[in-house]
């Protein structure tokens, strides 16, 4: 019983303490909020000076230039204000976008570098205008903005299809590949432009070829020249490939350049011209499609050799010329009398 008794008699006295503490923190927890409530007021009350940066954007850049060096982009304003609009102006106020115009700023040459200043107390006004604080602005800085510029210049420069191709078996190109465009201009300072002999196309990667090739492929510049654009992005990249087969042909071999008082015989009169060449086009290939020749021998032929090499003259298009046998022919010179 007497156990009982104390333990409730605890209990009641524990409710009773904690009760007391809980009043006596939220006494104090109100007391706290009040006075710094008021210290804040006090504070904000008071004047101020402080730095407020302002998003700055930059139009009307020259024409034909390109920048070289420019201003952060924004602008540093020093107010003087009660705490109260400081905070206002710092975290709540939007902030519009200063629109610094370079359209007549005059460029100064110093070498091959253009200067542009341009005073920043020219937008004090203006700026100050657009907002409530009007009479808390004192200055702005930095008080003058700096612009570096360098002349563009153009350049001509060929343009090589960068590719790594291999075809089918019994396939062949029918044409060269080749890129819609065999140069293009390269915009940039000169400096730049004058360490580009030529550009090329990303890499394109096809293997076991069998289809024509029609495809946009980007140009790549250099990335490192910061200055240097492509007045093209893209180029078409253009292969055509046709199954093929092997054929020959005897051809008359021609001779030129005889001088009248001689006469040049040659043997064998005919050689074989071995090649390859499309299937579509296998029928249309003949003889008369291919002209071979020599030419009469110099003084040095004529002390060394008794041979002189054939040459060809005409061969149809979109064929492959895999030999001649023989490719060299004997010859005997023969002086004419009168």
Not at 2 to 15: F, I, P, T
Not at 59 to 66: F, I, K, N, Q
Not at 116 to 132: F, M, R
């Amino acid at each position: 019983m007497k156990a009982d008794l104390r333990k409730r008699v605890g209990g009641l006295l524990s409710q009773s303490w904690n009760k007391s503490l809980k009043d006596r923190l939220y006494v104090f927890g109100i007391c706290l909020g009040i006075s710094i409530f008021f210290w804040l007021l006090i504070k904000l009350s008071k004047d101020y000076s402080t730095t407020v940066k302002y998003p700055v954007q930059f139009s009307g850049l020259p024409v034909d230039y390109y920048t070289l060096k420019e201003p952060e982009p924004y602008l540093n304003f020093e107010i003087t204000a009660k705490g109260s609009d400081i905070l206002d102006l710092k975290y709540f106020s939007t902030k519009n976008k200063i629109d610094v115009e370079l359209e007549r700023a005059v460029l100064t040459r110093i070498e091959d570098r253009y200067i542009a200043k341009i005073p920043t107390v020219n937008y004090l006004k203006s700026i100050a205008s657009k907002s409530k604080y009007y009479d808390i602005l004192n200055r702005i800085y930095p008080d003058t903005l700096y612009f570096e510029f360098a002349k563009l210049s153009h350049k001509k420069v060929p343009v090589f299809a960068n590719v790594d191709f291999s075809l089918q078996r019994q396939y062949f190109y029918y044409d060269s590949v080749s890129l819609s465009r065999d140069s293009i201009i390269l915009t940039g300072i000169s400096n730049e432009l004058d360490s580009i002999d030529f550009v090329s196309t990303r890499l394109v990667e096809r293997h076991n070829i069998d289809n024509n090739i029609n495809e946009m492929v980007s140009i790549e510049v250099p990335q490192h020249l910061k200055s240097v654009r492509a007045d093209v992005e893209n180029l078409t990249l253009k292969a055509f490939v046709e199954e093929y087969t092997e054929d020959s042909k005897n051809v008359k071999v021609h001779i030129f350049n005889v001088p009248e008082e001689y006469e040049l015989k040659i043997f064998p009169e005919n050689i074989r011209i071995n090649y390859n060449v499309a299937l579509k086009d296998y029928a249309v290939i003949d003889e008369d499609s291919f002209m071979v020749y020599v030419d009469f021998p110099n003084d040095s032929i004529l002390e060394n050799t008794r041979r002189l090499k054939v040459n060809l003259n005409k061969i149809p298009p979109h064929i492959v010329v895999r030999s001649m046998e023989p490719a060299e022919v004997e010859f005997i010179l023969i002086e004419k009398y009168d």
